[in-house]
T-cell receptor
Framework: AQSVTQPDIHITVSEGASLELRCNYS??????LFWYVQSPGQGLQLLLK??????LVQGIKGFEAEFKRSQSSFNLRKPSVHWSDAAEYFC???????????FGKGTRLHILP | NAGVTQTPKFQVLKTGQSMTLQCAQD?????MYWYRQDPGMGLRLIYY???????DKGEVPNGYNVSRLNKREFSLRLESAAPSQTSVYFC??????????FGQGTRLTVV
């Protein structure tokens, strides 16, 4: 069965510091991978997605993610965070096996001024 | 274009009451989903529908039923609400799993 693990429930970084949020997935075929962000009281916004090709994917708001098949990982990175990046981040997996999109439990990002 | 529209936005139910959450999309997507979001649990898939006339169980289907009325509409029914079903419910659609587009959510409280 497909699954997503986000090992960090909370992460705190200082404004201007770099960020990496971890995501590991399990999927029985080539995965489609996603990162979504949810600001407090808001809906979900797609940051980036990976289907195939270049394993380094660029997204909105200066985010990028790297697909590593050998590690079953799709980690999200940003070189310099801003206070407005404080939110909850969700990794998700889907693909060609069926029509499901499964989400991880999320990582809440806190930014120190 | 409205995208994905959920109704109602807020609802309070008493234990044992029933209700139906409505979802409609104008994106012409085949796939539709119902998720629930609880603190620390992320989004958990309740049911999904790959196309009109088909529905399948997700990760947490117990206590829920769904109907894919047509291509546009996918409803979620709670037959006998329980406090454990207090949650925020999101409807989503996608075209061949390429991206999930979400409604604004329904905040349900069961007392």
């Amino acid at each position: 069965a497909q699954s997503v693990t986000q090992p960090d429930i909370h992460i705190t970084v200082s404004e201007g510091a770099s960020l990496e949020l971890r995501c590991n997935y399990s999927y029985g075929a080539t995965p489609y991978l996603f990162w979504y962000v949810q600001s407090p009281g808001q809906g979900l916004q797609l940051l980036l997605k990976y289907f195939s090709g270049d394993t380094l994917v660029q997204g909105i708001k200066g985010f990028e993610a790297e697909f590593k098949r050998s590690q079953s990982s799709f980690n999200l990175r940003k070189p310099s965070v801003h206070w407005s990046d404080a939110a909850e981040y969700f990794c998700a997996v889907g693909g060609t096996l069926d029509d499901k999109i499964i989400f991880g439990k999320g990582t809440r990002l806190h930014i120190l001024p | 274009n409205a995208g994905v529209t959920q109704t109602p936005k807020f609802q309070v139910l008493k234990t044992g009451q029933s209700m139906t959450l409505q979802c409609a999309q104008d994106m012409n997507h085949n796939s539709m989903y119902w998720y629930r979001q609880d603190p620390g649990m992320g989004l958990r898939l309740i049911y999904y529908s790959a196309s009109e006339g088909t529905t399948d169980k997700g990760e947490v289907p117990n206590g829920y039923n769904v109907s894919r009325l047509n291509k546009r509409e996918f409803s979620l029914r709670l037959e006998s609400a329980a406090p454990s079903q207090t949650s925020v419910y999101f409807c989503a659609t996608s075209f061949r799993v390429t991206e999930a587009f979400f409604g604004q959510g329904t905040r349900l409280t069961v007392v």
